[in-house]
Nanobody
Framework: QVELVESGGGLVQAGGSLRLSCAAS????????MGWFRQAPGKEREFVAA????????NYRDSVKGRFTISRDYGKNTQYLQMNSLKPEDTAVYYC????????????????WGQGTQVTVSS
């Protein structure tokens, strides 16, 4: 089993920054692509970013490109989402996710989810 625990959410003004962390348990972290999703009130959960098992390939939704950076630290079994230039429309619950395989595919959903962390961006 893979347990995912997010941290780092909070309230920030527009234009500010936050860094989300996701600590993963289990050796499976090392063989899986990891990612972040978000869900705003009244909306469906949506993909934000993903990173392959080696850390060399990343994917982002268009609206966060150039503002968000995903990364992973194998020594700490942790992935991160650095969010800069935050906008009110980034307000959502952010979920850490672990995929079944070593690379991200938009056609395969995550196998594991974290509990979510709230990010609120005020205007």
């Amino acid at each position: 089993q893979v347990e995912l625990v997010e941290s780092g959410g909070g309230l920030v003004q527009a234009g500010g920054s936050l860094r989300l962390s996701c600590a993963a348990s289990g050796r499976a972290f090392r063989n899986r692509a990891m990612g972040w999703f978000r869900q705003a009130p009244g909306k469906e959960r949506e993909f934000v970013a993903a990173i392959g098992w080696s850390g060399g390939i990343t994917n982002y939704r268009d609206s966060v490109k150039g503002r968000f950076t995903i990364s992973r630290d194998y020594g700490k079994n942790t992935q991160y989402l650095q969010m800069n230039s935050l906008k009110p429309e980034d307000t959502a619950v952010y979920y850490c996710a672990a995929f079944a395989g070593p690379t991200y595919s938009p056609y395969s959903g995550p196998s594991y989810w974290g509990q979510g962390t709230q990010v609120t961006v005020s205007s």
